[in-house]
T-cell receptor, first 112, second 116 residues
Framework: DQQVKQNSPSLSVQEGRISILNCDYTNSMFDYFLWYKKYPAEGPTFLIS???IKDKNEDGRFTVFLNKSAKHLSLHIVPSQPGDSAVYFC???????????WGAGTKLIIKP | DTGVSQDPRHKITKRGQNVTFRCDPISEHNRLYWYRQTLGQGPEFLTYFQNEAQLEKSRLLSDRFSAERPKGSFSTLEIQRTEQGDSAMYLC??????????????FGSGTRLTVV
């Protein structure tokens, strides 16, 4: 049972445009969500998080939106830059102290 | 502090051999996690420690797998009698857990295991 799903294995976006990465979850007990970015041969690095008491969190070019009723979150990157090309994972957890459940990742390719 | 360190970065072993990986977490972190990641998948949770206590193990952690964190600092993950299906990236992460809140969840670069 995949509790966290990233349905797009890859996404290609023109440099300067907005990148939107999507993530769906099934467990309504999740109350903490994170996005991680992973380059080849490196471990995932933390990007941005959001707790269920919020519906938006912004950090520079990165904004995460949470729609609890739809059990959906998205990561917006604007403007997209070539260095943003990586695999993006979303992860979800409960109570901020439980082990995280991860999506399969979306490979983002920024075209110059 | 150089973050979470994992050793070795790559390991090639013959089927049936035993392998051991090491993880050195961020020094002030009290929680340490092991994950396995196969191609095209997100990390799958294996087990985690709070200090030296192993608090949870996934059903993915078969009898051939054992993890230790003897002094609450570094951890080792051993796989006995390796099988080709064990080929994966093994990721370690650490965090600081305090009064119900997890801070600074950080991953290492992983150990890539290839069983031939």
């Amino acid at each position: 049972d995949q509790q966290v799903k990233q349905n797009s294995p890859s996404l290609s976006v023109q440099e300067g445009r907005i990148s939107i990465l999507n993530c769906d979850y099934t467990n309504s007990m999740f109350d903490y969500f994170l996005w991680y970015k992973k380059y080849p041969a490196e471990g995932p690095t933390f990007l941005i998080s959001i707790s269920s008491i919020k519906d938006k969190n912004e950090d520079g070019r990165f904004t995460v939106f949470l729609n609890k009723s739809a059990k959906h979150l998205s990561l917006h990157i604007v403007p997209s830059q070539p260095g943003d090309s990586a695999v993006y994972f979303c992860a979800a957890g409960r109570d901020r102290n439980y082990q995280l459940i991860w999506g399969a990742g979306t490979k983002l390719i920024i075209k110059p | 502090d150089t973050g979470v360190s994992q050793d070795p970065r790559h390991k090639i072993t013959k089927r049936g051999q035993n392998v051991t990986f090491r993880c050195d977490p961020i020094s002030e972190h009290n929680r340490l996690y092991w994950y396995r990641q196969t191609l095209g998948q997100g990390p799958e949770f294996l087990t985690y420690f709070q200090n030296e206590a192993q608090l949870e193990k996934s059903r993915l952690l078969s009898d051939r797998f054992s993890a230790e964190r003897p002094k609450g600092s570094f951890s080792t993950l051993e796989i006995q009698r390796t099988e080709q299906g064990d080929s994966a990236m093994y990721l370690c992460a650490s965090s600081s857990w305090d009064r119900g809140v997890n801070y600074g969840y950080t991953f290492g670069s992983g150990t890539r295991l290839t069983v031939v």
